[in-house]
């Protein structure tokens, strides 16, 4: 029996995978949680085989929630299924120790193929991640810009993007006001962006942010 946990802010969303889920004999849905630091909460618990997480919920989100569960359980396969293509995330979230990446609008048996895979320890890539990473081999050069960053970095300007302050984060990540803005500085640098409107306008363009 593979244990589930679904974290999504949409109730809706949980409700119809739980559903959906009953019909396969060797699932069972153990936990739920709408952001991610009540996924953190199921982590420290260690009853469950398989995460299955959104990246865009609010207060912890994701992408936070993603490391966070992998510095605690390195070995606990997570599963994203998002709302945001492949193309802008995927590579990023599986460097960072996703098992496998699916958008939302997939098959629904493609989602019970990806579980049973991650459960086994196996890596989940559908075809354009794939493609995605075949074409990553070419070097860092040929990425997009925000493929470059850190697991930090790419959270800090995420949080940046949704006009989050630094001292909120601060606060949020357990980090002084002094090193989040060596990441935004980073950040920044990398990326080639001089100001936070910059940072919004390119994450709204490149769909990492609704």
């Known amino acids: 029996m593979i244990r589930i946990a679904i974290v999504d802010d949409h109730a809706m969303v949980r409700a119809g995978l739980r559903q959906f889920f009953a019909d396969q004999t060797d699932f069972q849905v153990v936990a739920e949680a709408s952001n991610g630091r009540q996924a953190l909460d199921i982590v420290r618990k ?7 997480l959104d990246i865009s919920m609010p207060e912890h989100g994701g992408v936070d ?15 994203i299924l998002s709302g945001f293509a492949e193309e802008h995330y995927a590579t990023t979230l599986l460097r960072q120790g996703a098992s496998g990446y699916l958008n939302k609008d997939c098959d629904p048996e493609e989602i019970v193929k990806a579980i049973r895979t991650v459960a086994r320890g196996r890596k989940y890539i559908t075809a354009v991640v794939a493609e995605q990473l075949a074409e990553g081999l070419g070097g860092a050069a040929n990425k997009p810009l925000h493929e470059q960053l ?18 909120h984060m601060a606060v949020s ?7 989040v803005s060596t990441y935004r500085t980073r950040v920044m ?12 306008y390119y994450a709204l363009k490149n769909g990492l942010i609704q």
């Open 173 to 179: 990540m357990s980090l002084s006001v002094k090193t």
């Open 65 to 79: 929630a993603l490391s966070a569960i992998k510095a605690r359980a390195p070995d606990l396969p997570v599963l």
């Open 150 to 167: 850190s697991d930090r970095e790419l959270q800090v300007f995420l949080r940046l993007a949704k006009g989050e302050t630094i001292g």
């Open 189 to 200: 640098e990398k990326m080639h962006l001089e100001s936070n409107s910059d940072l919004t």
């Open 46 to 52: 260690g009853e469950v085989d398989v995460i299955l």
